[in-house]
Nanobody, 124 residues
Framework: QVQLVESGGALVQAGGSLRLSCAASGRTFSTYVTAWFRQAPRKEREFVAV????????VYADSVNGRFTISRDNAKNTVDLQMNSLKPEDTATYYC?????????????????WGQGTQVTVSS
């Protein structure tokens, strides 16, 4: 079992930056694939980015590629999401999620463990 806590969400102007962090409990965190998803009001949860357990492989949604960067520090049990050039359409609640294994799944149904989310609001 792993517990996840997201932080770093805030209100920011368009063009600004934020850094989200996902802190995990459990000594096995370094073996988990970790992903970020987001959900805007009245919309389905969507994939944002995923990172392998080693940090050596990443995948991004087309909508954030080139603007967002996912990274991890297994010694600190954290996975961060650096978000630059933010747009109003990035407004959402951001969730981190983990799964065991090596595959970098982009479907939320493949992730059994989730945090409670952190709110990001981008004003125009």
């Amino acid at each position: 079992q792993v517990q996840l806590v997201e932080s770093g969400g805030a209100l920011v102007q368009a063009g600004g930056s934020l850094r989200l962090s996902c802190a995990a409990s459990g000594r096995t965190f370094s073996t988990y694939v970790t992903a970020w998803f987001r959900q805007a009001p009245r919309k389905e949860r969507e994939f944002v980015a995923v990172i392998s357990w080693s940090g050596g492989s990443t995948v991004y949604a087309d909508s954030v590629n080139g603007r967002f960067t996912i990274s991890r520090d297994n010694a600190k049990n954290t996975v961060d999401l650096q978000m630059n050039s933010l747009k109003p359409e990035d407004t959402a609640t951001y969730y981190c999620a983990v799964r065991s294994g090596d595959d970098l799944w982009t479907m939320s149904s493949q992730y059994p463990y989730w945090g409670q989310g952190t709110q990001v609001t981008v004003s125009s």
